[in-house]
C-alpha cells in the first residue's frame, strides 16, 4: 500500500480549522474543547496510567467479542453456503436475526447475561458475526459454478476443491466482511462499555461526563476512531498482500 501525503491535507486543515474556531470562542469550551486541550488530557491521562489501563480493557473485549463473532460467522456461513441442507437450516434464521438491531437488544442481553464483561464480549460479537457470515456466504455462492466444475474434471477431491477454488474465489468478500465487522465491533464496544462499566474507554468518557470534562470524552471518541482507523489498515495491508494475484482499478 502506497502512502500518499496528500491524504493528510483535509485532516490537518480540518483539525486546524477546529483549532482556530476554539481559540476564537466559536466553539465553546464546555461543548467541543480545542485539539490542544484534548490532547493535554490525553497526555495528562497517559502520565498517570489511567488511559493506558482502560484502552487495554477495551482492546481485550474487543479482540474476545470479535474472535468469538467471527469464528462463528465463518463456520455458518460457510456450512450455509456449501451445503443445501445447510443453506435451509442455517440461512433463514440468521436472515431474519440480521433485521433486529443489536444495540436494541441491550435490555433483553442484560437479563440473559447480566450487566458484567458478558454483556459487552456479546455485543462485540453480535456485532462482527453479521458481516462476516453475510459476506462469506456471498462469497462463496458468488464463485463460478464452472471453476468448481473444472477442478471435479481434474481430479481435484472435495477439500482441495474448497482450498483451491472456493476459499480463493470468497477471499475478497470475506475481507469486506472483515472490515465491516470491526467498524460494527467498535461501534458495539462503545455502547456496551458505557452499560454500568468500571473501567474501559466507555466507561471513561461516562465518568467524564459526569464531572463536566469534555476533553476527556472528545478524548474517547478520537482514540475509538483510532483504533478503528487502524484495525482497518492493518486489514487493508494484509488484504493487499494475502490477495496479491488480484489486479483491480486504480484511481488515475
Known amino acids: 500500500?502506497?502512502?500518499?501525503?496528500r491524504r493528510l491535507i483535509?485532516?490537518?486543515v480540518l483539525v486546524a480549522a477546529w483549532e482556530g474556531a476554539a481559540r476564537a470562542g466559536v466553539l465553546p469550551h464546555d461543548k467541543l474543547p480545542a485539539p490542544s486541550a484534548v490532547l493535554a488530557a490525553a497526555w495528562r491521562l497517559s502520565l498517570d496510567g489511567s488511559l493506558g489501563a482502560h484502552l487495554l480493557e477495551s482492546v481485550q473485549r474487543a479482540a474476545l467479542g470479535l474472535l468469538i463473532?467471527?469464528?462463528?460467522?465463518?463456520?455458518?456461513?460457510?456450512?450455509?453456503?456449501?451445503l443445501r441442507n445447510?443453506?435451509?437450516l442455517v440461512d433463514p434464521p440468521i436472515q431474519a436475526a440480521r433485521m433486529l438491531p443489536h444495540l436494541g437488544l441491550v435490555p433483553l442481553l442484560i437479563i440473559w447475561?447480566?450487566?458484567?464483561?458478558?454483556?459487552?464480549v456479546t455485543l462485540v460479537a453480535l456485532g462482527?458475526?453479521?458481516?462476516?457470515?453475510?459476506?462469506?456466504?456471498?462469497?462463496i455462492r458468488d464463485i463460478d459454478e464452472r471453476l468448481v466444475e473444472a477442478a471435479r474434471t481434474c481430479g481435484l477431491t472435495a477439500l482441495e476443491r474448497i482450498r483451491h477454488v472456493v476459499l480463493p474465489g470468497a477471499m475478497p468478500s470475506l475481507f469486506i466482511g472483515l472490515r465491516l465487522?470491526?467498524?460494527?465491533?467498535?461501534?458495539?464496544?462503545?455502547?456496551?462499555?458505557?452499560?454500568n462499566g468500571q473501567s474501559g474507554l466507555g466507561f471513561m468518557m461516562m465518568e467524564a461526563r459526569d464531572f463536566s470534562?469534555?476533553?476527556i470524552v472528545v478524548l474517547g471518541l478520537v482514540v475509538y476512531a483510532a483504533l478503528g482507523l487502524l484495525s482497518d489498515l492493518g486489514l487493508r495491508v494484509a488484504e493487499r498482500r494475502t490477495l496479491s494475484w488480484r489486479r483491480g482499478l486504480r484511481a488515475s
Request: glycine content about 14%; charged content about 10%.
Open 86 to 88: 445447510g443453506d435451509d
Open 113 to 120: 447475561v447480566g450487566i458484567g464483561e458478558s454483556l459487552k
Open 69 to 82: 463473532g467471527a469464528s462463528l460467522a465463518l463456520v455458518l456461513g460457510a456450512v450455509a453456503g456449501l
Open 10 to 12: 483535509t485532516p490537518i
Open 128 to 139: 462482527a458475526f453479521f458481516p462476516i457470515y453475510l459476506n462469506t456466504y456471498a462469497g
Open 213 to 215: 470534562q469534555t476533553e
Open 181 to 195: 465487522a470491526f467498524a460494527a465491533g467498535w461501534l458495539s464496544l462503545v455502547v456496551g462499555e458505557q452499560v
Open 1 to 5: 500500500m502506497t502512502f500518499r501525503p
